[in-house]
T-cell receptor
Framework: GAVVSQHPSRVICKSGTSVKIECRSLDFQATTMFWYRQFPKKSLMLMATSNEGSKATYEQGVEKDKFLINHASLTLSTLTVTSAHPEDSSFYIC?????????????FGPGTRLTVL | GQNIDQPTEMTATEGAIVQINCTYQTSGFNGLFWYQQHAGEAPTFLSYNVLDGLEEKGRFSSFLSRSKGYSYLLLKELQMKDSASYLCAVSDSNYQLIWGAGTKLIIKP
């Protein structure tokens, strides 16, 4: 149990386009989902926290108009990178909290590698 | 502020034992996690400690001392596939994970 999927796993897009990344908890209801960004050889950087049915809470320095997060249900959250630029190229990872871990453990999706040309 | 410290890189020999330390200062404490992350992949869960002491799980063990703000991950009988980054993360008073920068472990034959 406690499986999180992410789609797509890889995406290459042109500068100026928007990209949507989906994060799904497959066998549990995720009360909270987190979106992280990771640069090469760096640790995870929390971008935002989202609770189902409410607006996401963005970390300082993260542009909410550029990184749109929608948490429409207890099993799905989406991150849309709007008007993507090459500097947005990164590894984006979602995690979900809930299930057997209760309020504590986070279960990670496999990540999405975004390359903006 | 909140701070998690762990060594940037460590090198060990196949078959040996290695200990990766993590010290933390956080606002509240609801447990400490260790994750393994191979290059290009998402982190995978290794261990969770919320009480003082040692938790053993196969070749991996994790230790916690809350009074010292200290944890370590012990890896025994090292295998080449253990080459990865090891991330220490603390769950704070809001159950939010505060991440260390990770320790890159290099295993040599």
């Amino acid at each position: 149990g406690a499986v999180v999927s992410q789609h797509p796993s890889r995406v290459i897009c042109k500068s100026g386009t928007s990209v949507k990344i989906e994060c799904r908890s497959l066998d549990f209801q995720a009360t909270t989902m987190f979106w992280y960004r990771q640069f090469p050889k760096k640790s995870l950087m929390l971008m935002a926290t989202s609770n189902e049915g409410s607006k996401a809470t963005y970390e300082q320095g993260v542009e909410k108009d550029k990184f749109l997060i929608n948490h429409a249900s207890l099993t799905l959250s989406t991150l849309t990178v709007t008007s993507a630029h090459p500097e947005d190229s990164s590894f984006y990872i979602c995690s979900a909290r809930g299930g057997r871990g209760g309020d504590n453990e986070q279960f990670f999706g496999p990540g999405t590698r975004l390359t903006v040309l | 502020g909140q701070n998690i410290d762990q060594p940037t890189e460590m090198t060990a020999t196949e078959g040996a034992i290695v200990q990766i330390n993590c010290t933390y200062q956080t606002s509240g404490f609801n447990g400490l996690f260790w994750y393994q992350q191979h290059a290009g992949e998402a982190p995978t869960f290794l261990s969770y400690n919320v009480l003082d002491g040692l938790e053993e799980k196969g070749r991996f063990s994790s230790f916690l001392s809350r009074s010292k703000g200290y944890s370590y991950l012990l890896l025994k009988e090292l295998q080449m596939k253990d080459s990865a980054s090891y991330l220490c993360a603390v769950s704070d008073s809001n159950y939010q994970l505060i991440w260390g920068a990770g320790t890159k472990l290099i295993i040599k034959p």
